[in-house]
């Protein structure tokens, strides 16, 4: 069983910044693919980002060019940096990975952004 635990949400003005981490029990992470997703009150989960083993990312499109997913697999640790930060990304952060026929979720980390 693997486990992800993220860390790093908290209150920020909009305009700023937070960075989210996601880290996992063992080597996990290193061969498989980790996205963030998030929650808004009321709402439907939505994907954010996702980093390939290899190191390719994509974006949602809500976050595009503010938001930046990285990698350390010698931390076993997955990233989001989040700039400029608006109310709407007012949510709980998740972070997902899923191998052969397996998949894990963290149990999420709360961002508030206020106005």
């Known amino acids: 069983q693997v486990q992800l635990v993220e860390s790093g949400g908290g209150l920020v003005q909009a305009g700023g910044s937070l960075r989210l981490s996601c880290a996992a029990s063992g080597s996990f992470f290193r061969n498989n693919a980790v996205a963030w997703f998030r929650q808004a009150p009321a709402k439907q989960r939505e994907w954010v980002a996702t980093i390939t083993s290899g190191g390719n990312t994509n974006y949602a499109d809500s976050v595009k060019g503010r938001f930046t997913i990285s990698r350390d697999n010698a931390k076993n640790t997955v990233y989001l940096q989040m700039n400029s930060l608006k109310p709407e990304d007012t949510a709980v952060y998740y972070c997902?990975?899923?191998?052969?026929?397996?998949?894990?979720w963290g149990q999420g980390t709360q961002v508030t952004v206020s106005s």
């Open positions: 997902k990975s899923t191998g052969v026929g397996v998949t894990f």
